[in-house]
């Protein structure tokens, strides 16, 4: 008992000065694995029970497998055969961007591939509960020129590109990690892809631009799955390298880069074989759904991210966004089923990105109409109408027009040099504009303006009313519970309005998940 206790002191040793060199972006107060009051939570008891039904010891190795679309990330665990087994599957709370690799820094996107997660890479001080970093980007990332750090699988149930859980959740998977470190695992492996990688879902996203990196890394989908084996992951020619060996003649270890040609190697056969029949199974099923017709997901929807049925049961308005469920279960029937872990007041159901909804056209946008004229006339232009969700602009206008504000953005004045021009009389007149009628009635209540005007010889271009910049959504503030216990008090954002979710940098590790002081 006393050996055992001097071993985990060791290792929390370790795992402190691991911790200092590796954190970055938390130069301060860095805390042992094993001496955090939140990263120091025992395993519960009933995956204890289950651990030992599935004849699978406190600490041995683990390994993380995250999906997108079904917005599941499972834990598996190492049994005493020496294979892994599956131990718990957790819902996602949120995730962010679309299926797909993260790219660039901002792009909002949640990572896909194969990360090494090691004891410096987890975070017993974030800001949203706990946390650990993904290690994106890794040796083929980096070969192809992507961009972004700081990539986390963290608490409060909130996401800018990363995979967000809630803090009962990520404190559960926390204590797995640090359990097979104190257990002498060096690193786990963290598997993420956008789904399933089943002939079904593959035949699915069959036309999506991002399936040659998917046909890839399916790859090492497949070698887990008919091996129960981590694969050993390497990286050559930017491509992903899975248990590779070196030849029998050879002479020297294998040496691997990610942007330089690939050394000779080979698969050993038991493996090679095995994966060789699970893709020939799976590629004569995928023919079969093609030649059926199955349907093709439909892509560039604006959809920011998914959520798990069972969060999305519970939010007002709630969405599963990108992520589908089990067949057969509905929003209504999960909504009675009791939440895996406190939801924050502030969460984000996946809606639209309103930014690429803007930029996008309408379907009921109305053509630009020009007036025939000479070549000195103004172009006479209709305006889109306002939108119904847009009420608050009338009013914001109005006050502006009424000298509550400078901005004006209903409409434009022709330059100076434009000369009057009357539209021929065959041409039909241009119907009054949502934007004319509404300068129309702010005239008409500014004091001083009742009097008519002489008609101008030039007519205005309408430009179309900017729709309103998304705010934040404060209507679940008031049921926003309280910072848990082992939570610092410092771990509140005191200039943020109640309930909102906060507004920082994107991949920012200083403002996200640096230390809480």
């Known amino acids: 008992m006393i050996s055992r206790s001097l071993a985990r002191a060791l290792l929390a040793s370790v795992a402190l000065m691991t911790a200092g060199g590796l954190l970055a972006g938390c130069n301060s107060d860095q805390v042992s694995l094993a001496t955090n009051a939140k990263a120091n939570q025992p395993v519960p008891p009933k995956l204890l029970a289950a651990m030992t039904e599935k004849d699978m010891d406190l600490q041995s190795p683990i390994l993380v497998r995250l999906f997108k ?25 949120r995730w962010s961007g679309d299926l797909g690799p993260k790219v660039r820094e901002g792009d909002r996107q949640a990572p896909e591939g194969f990360y090494s997660i090691n004891p410096g890479q987890m975070n017993p001080q974030s800001a949203y509960y706990l946390s650990f970093n993904t290690g994106y980007p890794n040796a083929f990332d980096k070969a192809l020129g992507r961009t972004g750090s700081q990539l986390m699988v963290h608490g409060d149930c909130s996401s800018r590109g990363c995979y967000a859980m809630t803090d009962e959740q990520i404190a559960e998977i926390y204590s797995l990690g640090r359990e097979s470190f104190f257990g002498g695992q060096k690193a786990f492996q963290l598997q993420a892809y956008p789904f399933k990688m089943t002939p079904v879902n593959m035949a699915k996203h069959r036309n999506n631009p991002n ?9 090492g989908y497949d070698h887990f799955e008919v091996t129960r084996q981590e694969p050993k992951v390497d990286f050559c020619e930017k491509k992903y390298v899975f248990d590779a060996a070196k030849p029998a003649d050879a002479k020297r270890d294998l040496v691997f880069d990610a942007s330089a040609k690939c050394p000779a190697y080979v698969i050993p056969e038991e493996i090679a074989s095995a994966v060789r029949g699970k893709q020939a199974k799976d590629e004569a099923e995928y023919a079969r759904l093609v030649a059926k017709g199955a349907p093709v997901a439909r892509m560039n929807t604006g959809i920011d991210g998914g959520m798990n049925k069972v969060f999305a049961a519970k939010i007002p308005e709630g969405s599963t966004g990108l992520s589908e469920g089990a067949e057969g279960t509905t929003l209504q029937m999960l909504a009675m089923a009791k939440a895996p872990g406190t939801i924050p007041g502030h969460v984000n159901p996946p809606k639209p990105n309103l930014d690429s909804v803007a930029s996008a056209p309408s379907p009921q946008e109305e053509p630009v ?17 306002a939108e119904k969700s847009q009420g608050g602009g009338f009013f914001s206008n109005l006050g502006r027009k009424m000298g509550l504000g400078t901005a004006d953005t209903t409409a434009t004045t022709p330059p100076p040099q434009a ?32 009097k008519k005007e002489a008609p101008k010889p030039a007519v205005a271009a309408a430009k179309p009313t900017e729709p309103p910049k998304p705010q934040p959504d404060t209507r679940l503030a008031a049921t926003r519970p309280a910072l848990k216990p082992s939570v610092s008090d410092g771990a509140a ?19 996200r998940f640096g230390a809480m002081r």
């Open 493 to 511: 954002d005191s200039g943020l309005m109640a309930g909102s979710a906060p507004v920082v940098p994107s991949n920012s590790f200083e403002s």
């Open 211 to 219: 399936m040659p990196f998917w046909k890839m890394i399916k790859e």
């Open 419 to 450: 000369t009057a021009s009357v539209a021929p009389a065959q041409t039909t007149p241009t119907p009054p504009t949502a934007a004319s009628r509404l300068k129309a009635a702010v005239t008409r209540f500014v004091p001083g303006n009742d």
């Open 369 to 385: 109409v020009a007036v025939s004229a000479p070549a000195s006339s103004t172009r006479v232009a209709s305006a889109q109408p």
């Open 69 to 93: 679309q079904e917005a599941e990330l499972e834990v598996w665990k190492q049994t005493r055969s020496g294979q892994f087994a599956l131990l718990k599957t957790y819902p996602i709370c």
